[in-house]
């Protein structure tokens, strides 16, 4: 039974998935969350009641993910790219000037590392707006610090090595997918498991050869590109993180006409850009 006490918005004890939650592990992660709830809706308990047990009902069909078969077969795909339509070469200078940028906070109203504006996730449960329950594996970097170390590589399509990502003020943050996730209405992290708010997001895979190259694609509900424009130099954000090569899903077409989906990230013919650094 879930019970919510809406005069104190505390949790007492959840049911979910054949999974015991305590108020303490439901609070812990989400405080912050649970006060954008209330405030940012009518005040309505009923309402608030109702999206609690919609993410409990899906939880109980969440994904179980057998870790210990996480990194088998890492080249095996079913996704095959086509040769690039367009190679940019992206001028040192431009990147380096991102490593001089500094933000405090994901405003609405500031233009961050040269791609838009931050905004909340939205396409979710807000019960799925939970960025503290996985402060242990997210992962972050901002323009000047590196590349990600210690990354699972596999080819581009494996889900077992897909990593979702997100830009917001602090940088780019990362964590891979199919990483067991209690508070997690699918039981694996999502884009807002990842962050509450940021600018883009999408998926990343980490070349099995060379270090330096990364495929990526913008397949996030929570945070989709506005334009192009914003893929593009969410590409170049990575160039600052010194990778030489970015394969970015980006296809030759106007995506006002025929919005991205899933056959832009995956299937037998996808079509892609790539982004060097210009030496």
């Not at 049911?15 to 405080?31: F, N």
């Not at 999206?51 to 990194?71: C, G, H, I, P, Y």
């Not at 940028?101 to 939205?122: L, Q």
């Amino acid at each position: 039974m879930l019970r919510l006490s809406w005069q104190h918005t505390r949790v007492h004890r959840s049911t979910v998935g054949g999974l015991q939650y305590s108020e303490k592990q439901l609070r812990r992660t989400q405080p912050k969350t649970l006060v954008r709830i209330i405030s940012h809706q009518s005040g309505d308990p009923g309402e608030i009641n109702h999206q609690l047990f919609e993410w409990a009902k899906a939880r109980t069909q969440a994904m179980q993910v057998d870790v210990s078969k996480l990194n088998e077969n890492a080249d095996t795909t079913n996704t095959t790219l086509l040769p690039p339509w367009r190679t940019v070469m992206v001028p040192k200078k431009r990147v380096e000037n991102l490593t001089h940028h500094e933000y405090t906070y994901c405003s609405p109203s500031i233009w961050m590392w040269n791609i838009g504006y931050g905004r909340p996730v939205a396409n979710c449960n807000p019960y799925d707006v939970n960025p503290g329950a996985i402060d242990s594996e997210r992962r972050t970097r901002r323009p000047g610090q590196g590349r990600f170390d210690e990354v699972a590589r596999g080819a581009y399509g494996n889900r077992n090595f897909k990593y979702l990502w997100a830009i917001d003020h602090a940088g780019m943050h990362i964590a891979r997918e199919m990483t067991p996730c209690k508070m997690s209405s699918r039981g694996v992290i999502t884009h807002s498991i990842l962050v509450d708010q940021g600018i883009i997001a999408g998926e990343l895979f980490f070349d099995m050869h060379d270090p330096t190259k990364v495929f990526m694609n913008f397949g996030s509900a929570r945070l989709p590109m506005r334009d192009v424009r914003e893929a593009e130099h969410a590409a170049e954000f990575l160039l600052a993180l010194d990778y030489r090569t970015v394969v970015a899903m980006i296809p030759n077409r106007d995506l006002k006409e025929s919005p991205y989906s899933m056959h832009d990230r995956y299937g037998p013919h996808v079509e892609n850009m790539v982004f060097k650094l210009e030496e």
